[in-house]
C-alpha cells in the first residue's frame, strides 16, 4: 500500500516539472520570434502544445512566463563550467576560459534571448537587473578572483582585477558578439573564436603580465 501511494505523487510531480519546461520551451521560441510585445498567450500556448487554461495554471500572465523564461536562461548559464583553479597556467586559463565564454554567447538562438531581454529591460528594470548580475556580473566576478591569485605569487601586475577581466572578457567579444546579437551575422565557428580570444589573451598578457625585475 505505501508504495502504490509514493508512485504516483511522483510521477505527478514529474509531469507537472515536464509540463512547466514544455510551455517554457514553447514560451522562448515565441518571445525570440515576436519579442515581449508581439507574443500573446494565445500564441505561447499554441506554440506550447497546451490549452490556455493550463497556461495560465502555471504562469499568471506574460510578464511572470517571461521572467520565469529569463531565469532558466540564467540557471543555463550558472552551469557553464569553467575552469579556474588558481593553479593552472595563465595564459592556458585565458584561452580556454575566452572561448567557453564567447561560445556560450555566441551559441544559436544564444543571442535571441539577450536582445530579448535588452529590448525589455528599460520596461522590466528588475529582470534586466537580474540577467546581468546573475549571467555577466558573475562571470567577471569568478574570472577576477582567478586573477587575483595569480597577482599575489607575481605572476600577473594588476591593480584593479574587476576592470581587467571585464576588459579581458570584451577583448574575447571583439568582431563577434555585437555582429551576432545585432543578427549581422551567424554564430561564428570555433576557429574563428579561438582566433579572436587568442588575441586577445596576447594582448592582455602584454598589458598585465609581471615584467622581470
Known amino acids: 500500500m505505501i508504495a502504490s501511494t509514493s508512485n504516483p505523487i511522483q510521477?505527478?510531480?514529474?509531469?507537472?516539472?515536464?509540463?512547466?519546461?514544455?510551455?517554457l520551451d514553447g514560451a522562448r521560441k515565441v518571445f525570440m520570434d515576436l519579442g515581449f510585445d508581439g507574443a500573446s498567450?494565445?500564441?505561447?500556448?499554441?506554440?506550447?502544445?497546451?490549452?490556455?487554461?493550463?497556461?495560465?495554471?502555471?504562469?499568471?500572465?506574460?510578464?511572470r512566463l517571461f521572467e520565469d523564461m529569463v531565469e532558466d536562461e540564467v540557471l543555463a548559464k550558472g552551469k557553464i563550467a569553467y575552469n579556474l583553479d588558481p593553479g593552472r597556467d595563465v595564459e592556458t586559463t585565458l584561452r580556454e576560459f575566452g572561448r567557453t565564454y564567447i561560445g556560450s554567447m555566441c551559441r544559436p538562438g544564444?543571442?535571441?534571448s539577450i536582445r530579448t531581454v535588452m529590448a525589455i529591460a528599460e520596461r522590466m528594470p528588475e529582470v534586466g537587473r537580474r540577467f546581468y548580475e546573475n549571467v555577466l556580473?558573475?562571470?567577471?566576478?569568478?574570472l577576477a578572483d582567478?586573477?587575483?591569485?595569480h597577482v599575489l605569487p607575481n605572476d600577473l601586475a594588476i591593480d584593479d582585477c574587476q576592470l581587467a577581466a571585464a576588459q579581458f572578457m570584451q577583448m574575447c567579444?571583439?568582431?563577434l558578439f555585437l555582429p551576432f546579437v545585432f543578427q549581422s551575422e551567424p554564430a561564428p565557428s570555433a576557429e574563428r573564436i579561438a582566433r579572436?580570444?587568442?588575441?586577445?589573451?596576447?594582448?592582455?598578457?602584454?598589458?598585465?603580465?609581471?615584467?622581470?625585475k
Open 173 to 175: 567579444q571583439a568582431t
Open 11 to 23: 510521477s505527478f510531480g514529474e509531469e507537472e516539472s515536464a509540463k512547466r519546461r514544455q510551455i
Open 41 to 63: 498567450m494565445n500564441e505561447i500556448a499554441r506554440a506550447a502544445g497546451v490549452s490556455k487554461g493550463t497556461l495560465y495554471v502555471y504562469f499568471a500572465d506574460k510578464s
Open 196 to 212: 579572436v580570444v587568442d588575441s586577445a589573451t596576447r594582448l592582455f598578457l602584454q598589458s598585465y603580465r609581471s615584467k622581470p
Open 110 to 112: 544564444g543571442g535571441s
Open 146 to 149: 582567478y586573477l587575483q591569485a
Open 137 to 142: 556580473a558573475k562571470s567577471i566576478d569568478r
